[in-house]
């Protein structure tokens, strides 16, 4: 039977290459490229081994061979560094596999069928080992596209967790209607919200834990379910509120070189009015008869050495139609297409502007402000916002 000749063998080798490209899994690499050595070059034997995160991959063709002289084609054929290179021997060629410093190895053709190797037999080895590279490059893609599957899978999970972790979001009681909500920049987020009643009194408070991504929301995770051990231990006082939660999580931000801004306000029904207290937190705001105050942090905030010694409240007498609003850096940090911020004053304006409505569709309203003037441009940062709105006494 005559030999095939080189167009028939090309055509082949596209055959073999395409049935190649199956897989994704170093071993069936292996044995693939051995067969397909085995063909191209008509050899008595085919030997394909590499090294890659893995371990070691190797087969051969058409018979088996020891697992240990795949070691040794592995040492050989990488003697030569940089670059893909022949190693001459009487009865067979040897090219060196080397793919981005993931992989290493060689590949053998052993005793041509028909006496020597011929200029097209060597290249097709060199052909086989160039498609062996290609194919464990995509390998690698596969692989690291399934990671990053995973890690958008976990992100996600957290991040429904983490929200699922926040308390009932509006409260309402004597008047006095009490509402959060929080917009994760990420799957993950460092804001928390807590809204909680003690004897009677609404109380709100809102956190920033710095930093970002996983680090950043186990440790906003740790800061929620110690805030809410401090509430149920302080009660209806902001101040101690802040002080008990800033010492139980001090290790932490010690540990982690955190720091954590936080506000709280406890809402007095029957005196209509608000005690707030901020250790670095804002905004903070206070809507009074249509005119907006901020409230400045008395403290910086836990994180700091001795964050807790110029801690004090602020209260304030409210009226129907007023509100209370304490958010996160997110709101004013918010760029648009054009890189400006959307800053304290239009806060002020936007907070203002809003109705006397429910304290639900004021947060709504608000963050409605903040998206248009985004305009499609990416979220910067996570966006809280908890609201107060003393509305007609409904006793």
């Not at 080798?13 to 069936?28: K, M, Q, V």
């Not at 401090?230 to 902001?238: E, K, L, R």
């Not at 809003?354 to 903040?370: I, K």
Request: with cysteine.
């Amino acid at each position: 039977m005559a030999a095939p000749s080189t167009a028939d063998r090309m055509l082949a080798a596209c055959d073999l290459f395409i049935e190649a490209g199956t897989h994704l899994d170093t071993a069936g690499v292996a044995a693939a490229g051995s067969e397909q050595l085995a063909r191209l070059a008509r050899c008595e034997l085919a030997v394909v081994a590499f090294e890659g995160p893995d371990g070691i991959s190797s087969a051969s063709y058409p018979h088996a061979l020891p697992a240990n002289v795949a070691e040794t084609l592995i040492r050989d054929g990488n003697t030569v560094s940089g670059r893909s290179s022949w190693l001459f021997s009487p009865d067979n060629r040897v090219a060196s596999i080397r793919h981005g410093g993931t992989y290493r190895g060689a590949i053998a053709a052993v005793g041509p069928v028909d006496g020597d190797f011929t200029v097209i037999e060597e290249w097709l080895v060199l052909v086989v080992a160039r498609r062996l590279e290609a194919q464990l490059e995509l390998i690698d893609l596969h692989r690291q596209s399934l990671r990053d599957a995973q890690i958008v899978h976990d992100a996600v999970l957290a991040g429904e967790m983490q929200q699922a972790l926040l308390s009932k979001p509006t409260l309402r009681t004597g008047g006095v209607e009490m509402t959060a909500s929080l917009r994760p920049a990420r799957h993950v987020g460092g804001d928390l919200y807590e809204v909680a009643e003690a004897d009677g009194y609404p109380i709100g408070l809102v956190a920033d834990v710095s930093g970002k991504g996983a680090p950043a929301a186990m440790l906003t995770t740790a800061v929620h379910a110690a805030a809410r051990h401090a509430i149920a231990a302080a009660g209806p006082d902001p101040v101690d509120i802040l002080c008990r939660l800033g010492t139980e999580i001090a290790p932490l931000l010690d540990r982690t070189e955190s720091i954590v801004t936080i506000a709280a306000a406890v809402v007095d029904p029957a005196a209509r009015s608000v005690t707030v207290a901020s250790a670095g937190h804002s905004p903070v705001l206070v809507r009074r008869f249509g005119r907006v105050s901020p409230v400045e942090p008395s403290a910086p905030p836990p994180g700091v050495p001795n964050f807790d010694t110029g801690l004090r409240p602020t209260t304030f007498t409210l009226w129907p139609g007023d509100l209370v609003l304490i958010g996160s850096d997110g709101l004013t940090d918010q760029r648009s297409p054009h890189g400006g911020a959307f800053g304290t004053d239009r806060l002020h304006v936007s907070v203002e502007g809003l109705e006397a409505g429910p304290a639900e569709q004021n947060v709504a309203s608000l963050f409605g402000v903040v998206d248009r003037f985004r305009a499609g441009a990416a979220q910067d940062d996570d966006q809280t916002a908890l609201m107060i709105v003393i509305g007609e006494d409904d006793r």
